[in-house]
Antibody, heavy 120, light 106 residues
């Protein structure tokens, strides 16, 4: 069974960086695509970006200057860094495995999520 | 970005049919997917590619549509189905999500 587990600080100060880890068991991150999605208070969801099986990345243009997704294949983990956070980055952050097919598109299997609050 | 529009809430009776709609601001062909999120849990994939049932999902869940108009149906509704349902498109980057439809009991 594939399991994804997010970890990281639940509280970050404004202007600092948010750093989260997604630990994956039951599936190698050198296969498939692995991403981050966040859900804001009030239910809006935003796809943030992914890192591929080869290590290539793609980011939401709305975040492109602040986001970085990296990985450690030896630990089967991938990471999110979001710089210069504001209170508007307060959200529940999910890591996800994406499945892709030519006809159906890209859909997601989600981790449990971690709530991050940006506050001084 | 493609905007997905869902009704905020739907009230249904147990044993009845629930139909949730999702309208896209432009065509997404069949690249529409549906998730269920219960309180305190992560979203769970139910339907992918507009009409394909995800593994292990009961057959009373179904999806249809293509282009800009999509429908998600639960028939019959059970008590365990009380949750918020989200649509997601992957036709155009970036992937986008609807605001969710909260399923409530009458």
């Amino acid at each position: 069974e594939v399991q994804l587990q997010e970890s990281g600080p639940g509280l970050v100060k404004p202007s600092q960086s948010l750093s989260l880890t997604c630990s994956v068991t039951g599936y190698s991150i050198t296969s498939n695509y692995w991403g981050w999605i966040r859900k804001f208070p009030g239910n809006k969801m935003e796809w943030m970006g992914y890192i591929s099986y080869s290590g290539s990345t793609s980011y939401n243009p709305s975040l492109k200057s602040r986001i970085s997704i990296t990985r450690d294949t030896s630990k089967n983990q991938f990471f999110l860094q979001l710089n210069s956070v504001t209170t508007e980055d307060t959200a529940t952050y999910y890591c996800a495995r994406s499945a892709r097919t030519y006809y159906d598109g890209t859909y997601y299997y989600w981790g449990q999520g971690v709530m991050v609050t940006v506050s001084s | 970005d493609i905007v997905l529009t869902q009704s905020p809430a739907l009230a249904v009776s147990l044993g009845q049919r629930a139909t949730i709609s999702c309208r896209a601001s432009e065509s997404v062909r069949s690249s529409m997917h549906w998730y269920q999120q219960k309180s305190g849990q992560q979203p769970k994939l139910l339907i992918y590619g507009a009409s394909n049932l995800a593994s292990g999902v009961p057959a009373r869940f179904s999806g249809s549509g293509s282009g800009t108009d999509f429908t998600f149906t639960i028939d019959p509704v059970e008590a365990d189905d009380i949750a918020t349902y989200y649509c997601q498109q992957s036709r155009n980057d970036p992937d986008t999500f609807g605001a969710g439809t909260k399923l409530e009991l009458k």
